[in-house]
């Protein structure tokens, strides 16, 4: 990697923040309110101390790996140089893959709410080559942008949601109880998919900077992930209530887009359109980051933008061939492609980290 291309670990933190807010907002509430119905709102708590142990477990597995390492280097030096590489390979495909995902997603999530006579390959490919053009350069560059757009994202968020408090009434929300520990920890599921999903930015850790005497923290930027979750999911479910949160594709934006302020209707869609954009496209960038970064190091290549436009052109693809529609594409947003990112991040990567410290690689 270029040696001048280094971050701080409060930017990788801040990059991993507004990345995975592109698939947290996405997601809920409907995928949390269909499987935990009317206790969903209370799931983000119940999330957050297997996300902590998580990311604890994570940290302590990498603690003692110097710097400059990062999780594909640690792959290669616990699993050897074949199964490293292999693990490489097949990471490096599956987020390839699931880059197509994401854009195919942003596409379909544009037409089902504002654009219904879009043509959806013209959103994929401009999603995919706006993010081409920022994976293509440096670390730190995307990292920056996200420090910038952070702050304004969640004062956004917030005054939009606050905008809607008004339309929320309690028969929506309760009673919940203890005795609703199954659907609370049945609406979690989706909500811990997505905080798991930080896994991946472990690939860039490499171009982290180490500070004598500090390490990273990753609690806070935890906290407030579920904190927005929390609150989407709670302002949603008290104003449509379960029945049509559960029928509505994007419940959120149904609920925004007719808030009232002073007893004036506000179409307020356009400020979550752009919310979308932005974290769709930062989270796609990082992506596709990440993909050339694997290839990087399992290569040998000096180069990381080397690969970067052959990852966006396989990514646009999959975006493609993934479904012939919405309705089939669903069943991958539905099941499939969470399940599978579960299955990586909660227990594939910890497994290969936990060979390496075992074999004492690092």
Known sequence: MEKTDRITDRQLTVLIFVSLLSPMIRILPTSAVTLGGRAAWVSPLAVFPVSALLTAGLRALLKNAPEGVGLQDA???GLGPVGGRIFGVVSALWLTFYGGFLARSAAERLLSTVYPNGNPPIFVVVTLLAALVTASGLTKTLSRTAEVLMPILLAVIAAVLLSAAPDVTGENLLPVTYRNWEDILCGAVPIFDVTAAFAYFLFLRGHVARTPGKRPN?????????????AVTFF???????NLAITMENAFFMVIR???VFGVIERAEAVVVAIWIVTDFIFLSAILMI???????????RRRA??????ATLSGMSAFLIARDAFE???WSDFLVPAINLGITAVIIP???AVGKIRKKY
């Open 75 to 77: 792959a290669m030096l």
């Open 218 to 230: 990753r609690f806070p930027w935890l906290t407030l992930l579920l904190l927005v979750a929390f």
């Open 236 to 242: 949603t479910l008290g104003t449509l209530g379960v």
């Open 258 to 260: 007719n808030i009232k």
């Open 291 to 301: 993909v050339s970064e694997i290839w990087r190091t399992v290569t040998g290549v």
């Open 306 to 311: 080397f690969f970067t436009a052959p990852s």
């Open 329 to 331: 594409f669903m069943k």
């Open 351 to 353: 497994a290969v980290l």
